[in-house]
Structure formats: C-alpha cells, structure tokens
C-alpha cells in the first residue's frame, strides 16, 4: 500500500514519531520494515518492548520467568501447544514440526488438504517457521534472554475458554486472544497502550499528542487509554 508508506513517511518528515505495535517479535518486524523503507518506532510483542528508531530499547515489561513457567506447565497438563518468544528466538519444548502445524491449523476446521496449503504459507511468511525445538526452555536461555510471551493454541474450543478462565486467576500476567483458539500471554503490564504511556511520560509527550490506530482486540489497550484514536472499515466491532 504506498498511499500508507507516503503517510507514514510525511509524518516522519514533520517531527511526528510514529511505531508499528504488533504482537510479533522485534526480529520478525524489523525484516518488514527494511524491505519497505520504513525508518520507525516499534512496539513489539503486543507492549512487551519498545524500539525506537535506531534499535535501542526504551523500555520492556518482560514476561516473569516463574509465571512462564506457570502457564506452560497449565498449558502442557492440557493438552496445548505453546511456544515462547523470548527476546532473541522462537523456543518450544513440542516437536518443532507438530507445533507448526498445530499453528497453521487452529481455529479452522479445515479438510487436509486445505490445512497443507495454509502450512506452506505459514512455512513461508509466519515467524512460527523459526521455531526450534528445546529440551527445557528457561535452563536454555541466554544469561541476558528474556521471555516476551508465551503462545497457546488448539482446535478444541472448549478447551481454551477452559484454559483462559484459568489463567484469570493467576495475578501478574495478562492474556488476549486474536482468535478463540488462542491465546497471548505476557506480563500483565505488557500491553501496547500501557508501553506508550510509558514512553510518552518519559519523552514529556502528553497523552492528547497521541493518535492510535488499530484493527483488533489485540489493539484495545492503546483505544481504552488515548482518546484520539481511528480504526479501518474492517476492525473488529469492539474496536469499532
């Protein structure tokens, strides 16, 4: 989209900083930008870390490592599959392949031969195509990684609505879903409206200087805290 790439590049022009938020990893976002001449803020695993233009952070609210551990032994007592994405790569404790599958064909229910077809696409585009398989993952860390969020998926519906009125009770961690077969895990203060506050009260930037614009439920953070705020004809209805 051009029209898009002008906009964001006139702000620039004008002194306007602007930040891509997405739920993805910081090394999944920074490909994208390049490939599009984008010089810009990044807000990466829905709040967990902000970038600024060069690539220095300037403020993250990483995933406790003991309430990882929590949740994905919930997830591992379920039946669920999950991967972390920590602050350098994509782990999971499942075979690698069995997990990317899983990923390609959750929340659809999908002939085979219709799930092969959307593999090769995850397997081409989606983050989830770095996968790799760890024995333990937090033992298996680097000294200075950290756990950006932890992903959960399954067909079984049931299961999840079972899985997220688990993790309600469990204080110190926040969770969205951008389909009802999933679910996002961080640090409860780990959301993309909260990270902007944060940024913005350090750079003396007041909260009326901010426009936010957003699709989905993964977006509704930086609606509920901004007050200037816009969303595409095809946002979800809540956004809307």
């Known amino acids: 989209h051009e029209d ?19 739920g993805r990893s910081y090394q999944d976002i920074l490909p994208f930008t390049k490939e599009h001449g984008l ?17 220095k952070l300037l403020a993250t609210c990483y995933l406790d ?26 782990l999971t404790e499942y075979d690698a392949h069995e997990v990317q599958w899983g990923f390609a064909g959750h929340g659809a229910h999908q002939s085979k031969e219709a799930q092969e077809e959307v593999f090769k696409k995850v397997m081409k585009f989606a983050p989830v195509r770095h996968l790799v398989h760890a024995d333990d993952i937090l033992n298996g860390l680097d000294a200075d ?70 699709d989905g439920m993964n977006d509704i953070s930086m609606f509920e805290l901004f007050k200037n705020s816009a969303a595409p004809e095809n946002a979800q209805e809540e956004i809307k």
């Open 65 to 90: 490592k003991e309430l990882f551990k929590r949740v994905k032994d919930i997830c591992h007592e379920r039946h669920i599959l999950y991967m972390a994405y920590t602050s350098k790569r994509l």
């Open 145 to 214: 990684e950290e756990i950006v969020k932890l992903e959960g998926f399954s067909s079984d519906k049931e299961e999840m609505k079972a899985l997220k009125e688990v993790l309600a009770d469990i204080p110190g961690i926040a969770y969205l879903s951008s389909f009802v077969t999933n679910v996002e895990v961080t640090n409860e203060e780990a959301t993309k409206g909260k990270i902007v506050m944060k940024v913005i009260k350090s750079l003396g930037i007041e909260p009326d200087e901010v426009l936010v614009l957003g």
């Open 39 to 55: 010089s810009c803020e990044i807000i990466a695993g829905n709040g967990a870390e902000y970038y600024d233009r060069d690539g």
């Open 4 to 22: 898009v790439k002008t906009a964001i590049s006139e702000a620039l022009d004008q002194g306007i900083r602007f930040a891509i938020a997405s």
